[in-house]
């Protein structure tokens, strides 16, 4: 195994652990279609950081926390249902981000890396920040799991019982926020919010507690990234997409071998 | 100043220039249960999101004892199938002191349903375990938001003879919520009849006449209200039988 795959099979592997118990906040609260438009404002975040020069990660960060602002704000004036709403940021934020990349010329932006991932350009920094941000997400996930999970069983139960319910839904968005950030150059942001759903959802049918299938969906996810990895060498195929397929096939696997 | 548990005054609470709530005033005290009836969209719910302080109020004001320990079932609501959740772990999310959990459970009859996943319960089970998890605070106020919602006719009466038994027990104060007067009746100690403002208050029996009441849920309202009351197909006689009601034949019968 080269240096360039290990660093590549260890960025993916933190990935991945720290997609499994946010995934199956992901699924529990419906949260996909959400997920899917903050990973379609990193490509605005993108261009708006190369416009200020800013370290992509960071202004991806910064982009999908705006949108989760400017999400909650709009939906409290309650003018159209959020599905409608979150389209309307999705692509809006998509488009944009198109727009302001056109101004740059094609040497300097890569627009197929964004979207779909580039592993060849992984550098050993990105790696250190995957790894470290993945951490992050980790920690904060389990020091706040009884709280968020209490409010995602029922919001205002857990309201009346003290739980500060405005304060961890931001931090979910958050999270999210940071975790496309991180995946871009795994996985690009079209195909972000897989790596969430589907190893959370091919856990479902092995977990009798919510801890069990974060757990699940941590060890599935990180079966799809060295598969995809794996298979991808040989295949000669782009390492996101593939990670992204074999997911695919381990949750259809998952629907057969189900053991209840 | 009284010793109630919670008491509300003038209390307006309004969404997108609707007023829900119009200046109620509202005491609570330790040991009586109150219930609040009213139709669909009398803000029910509303107001106990209020005492609770989900909402804010537009105006007026809710006073809460020092002391004041709510337990909250809210109404009965579904739990995602994605979230595998046995009982056990729902009441965790209260407390993690399982002698307290078991207890709770057993006041509430439902122990034995500890293992089993919350998305597979029945009605009447279900309720017992919100019951069981708002008894897990020690309150010395439930707020119970339709607790027999989804329970059958025969454990309605028993749901509500157990709350009035926790009353006893704990000497709490209980609001309760229901659409339906008649349920709440023999168990409650005063009730008050909502449809955005308070239409009358008192005694069940006295509100049972009063012609607010009955202008509220007379015969015409209760048309509105089909999901809610059971029209009888049937009636009983004197030996308590039931006799089914002539319009309930099929139409080609012939029962002379």
Known sequence: ??????????????LAMACGPLGAFVVWRRMAYFGDTLAHS????????????????????????????????LQHRQTVATDTLLGILAHTS????????????????????????????????????????????LVTVASLWRPLLAMTVHEDLARAEGVPTTGLKLALMALIALVVA???????????TALLVIPAATARGFSRSPEQMALLASVTGCLAVSGGLAASLPLDTPAGPTIVTTAGLLYLLSLVKRPR | MNNALVSAHELVYAQQGRALIQRIHLDIHAGEIVSLIGPNGAGKTTLIKLLLGLLSPAEGRIDRRADLRVGYMPQRFHVDPNLPLQVSRFMQLTSRDSAAIDHALRRTGALPLMSHPLQGLSGGEFQRVLLARALLR???????????????????????????????????????????????????????????????EGTPDAVSTNPAYLELFGEPALEGLGVYTHHHDHHHNLHGDTVPDAHSHHAGCNHS
């Open chain 1, 1 to 14: 195994m080269n240096h360039w795959l290990l660093d590549a099979w260890i960025a993916g592997m933190a």
């Open chain 1, 42 to 73: 990193a490509l605005l975040g993108i261009s708006l950081g190369l416009l200020l020069d800013i370290h992509p990660a960071l202004a991806i960060t910064v982009a999908g926390l705006a949108l989760a602002i400017a999400l909650v704000g």
């Open chain 1, 94 to 137: 998509l488009a944009a981000g198109l727009v302001i990349l056109s101004f740059f010329d094609n040497q300097r932006v890569d627009l197929m890396a964004y979207l779909f991932g580039d592993l060849l350009a992984l550098g050993r920094a990105d790696v250190y920040l995957i790894a470290g941000g993945a951490g992050v997400v």
């Open chain 1, 182 to 192: 991180l995946a871009m150059k795994m996985v690009g942001i079209l195909l972000i």
């Open chain 2, 138 to 200: 020690k309150p010395n106020l439930l707020v119970l938001d339709e607790p027999a919602q989804g329970v059958d006719i025969k454990g309605q009466a028993a749901f509500y003879r157990l709350i009035a038994e926790l009353r006893d027990e704990l000497h709490c104060g209980v609001l309760l919520v229901s659409h339906d007067l008649h349920l709440v009746m023999a168990s409650s100690d005063r009730v008050i009849c909502l449809n955005q403002h308070i239409c009358c």
